[in-house]
């Protein structure tokens, strides 16, 4: 019965639960402390030293409505959006609501996105947004921003979208790895009006020739948290730029003492000398954002797994 009602009281606040809610996604911490069949169970008062603040975003999601993205008012002063997200996570899993980690940490086989990329950006999880969608005419659930990026308006907050991007070319530059687009490409993100050729806006590089085809490289950041994987190999993305850069300057493979490192120095600097000094990656799949930092727009990288042309043509032998 809807009438049941619950007490929980987190650091002195108090909190009513009625039974709907805590079997809104069960079974769960509440479920086991309040309707439980032992005598222990009997209970209808539990005080614990969760975060009150918190809660009221799970009180919501118990209710039926809808919590994520979180709306700025949901955010605890205490926290940035990117904390409160992570704690919320900890307390769903701390009450046992399997709905609501889900739904903040998806499975990374159904989406093929690093769940850090969702907390990291304080957005819902959903499938990443095609790039060839993005640059078609076709009409897409996104609005398309020409100092912010492309990415959704909630409660005058703007929330960049995660972007896929399968099949693309890398070239290690101004010491990150950019992707290299066609000037096709480059002109219809432009109609779309993204990157407008006007002086805020950080410069393209080239065009660079590779493989018979000429290339652009926009603007382009690695997030914090970006992971990269090199060869089947995992690297957080700071690591193999570091890599990267030791492989330009000349540096010898006795430098790094971690196999999976050294394996990534001695691919790369094969690269590096039969590609006359550059280092390219075949990027197999890209995941990033299109949106603003330091007062420019960024193709700000999230994820990008990578193999180097040697190793892609030996799996293309095989």
């Known amino acids: 019965m809807s009438g049941d009602q ?10 009513t639960l009625y039974r709907d809610q805590i079997e809104f996604d069960s079974p769960n911490y509440f479920t086991a402390l309040f309707l439980g069949d032992f005598r222990e169970s009997r209970t209808q008062r539990v005080a614990l030293s969760r975060s ?37 996570l900890n307390d769903a899993e701390y009450y046992q609501l399997s709905g609501l980690v889900r739904l903040i940490r998806p499975a990374p086989c159904a989406l093929l996105v ?13 499938a990443t947004l095609k790039f060839e969608d993005v640059l078609s005419a076709a009409k897409l659930d996104v609005v398309f921003d020409s100092a912010n990026g492309i990415g959704r308006r909630a409660d005058d907050d703007w929330q960049p979208v995660l ?29 779309r ?30 997030t914090p948290y970006a992971t990269t994987r090199l060869n089947g190999s995992e690297f957080p993305a700071q690591r193999l730029l570091r890599i990267c850069a030791f492989v330009s300057s000349g540096g010898g493979a006795a430098a790094f003492d971690v196999p999976t490192e050294k394996s990534a120095f001695l691919s790369l600097s094969a690269a590096y000398n039969a590609e006359n000094r550059n280092i390219f990656v075949w990027c197999r799949k890209l995941i990033f954002t299109i949106s603003r930092s330091s007062g420019s727009l960024y193709f700000c990288i999230v994820h990008a797994d990578c193999v180097t042309r040697d190793r892609l043509i030996s799996q293309l032998g095989s």
Do not use: H
């Open 6 to 15: 619950y007490t929980v009281v987190l650091r002195g606040e108090t909190f």
């Open 52 to 88: 009150p603040d918190l809660f009221r975003v799970i009180v919501e999601y118990m209710s039926g409505y809808t919590v994520l993205p979180l709306a700025p008012a949901m955010v605890p002063s205490t926290m940035t959006p990117e904390t409160a997200l992570a704690n919320l």
């Open 114 to 126: 690093p769940p850090e990329a969702y907390r990291a950006f304080n957005v819902a999880p959903r």
């Open 163 to 191: 972007i896929s991007i399968e099949g693309i070319k890398l070239k290690y530059e101004d010491q990150v790895l950019r992707p290299m687009l066609t000037v096709a490409q480059q002109g219809k993100l432009t109609s």
């Open 193 to 222: 009006g993204i990157f407008q050729p006007i002086a805020r806006y950080s410069p393209w590089t080239g065009p660079v020739p590779c493989d018979g085809t000429l290339y652009v490289m926009p603007p382009t950041e690695y």
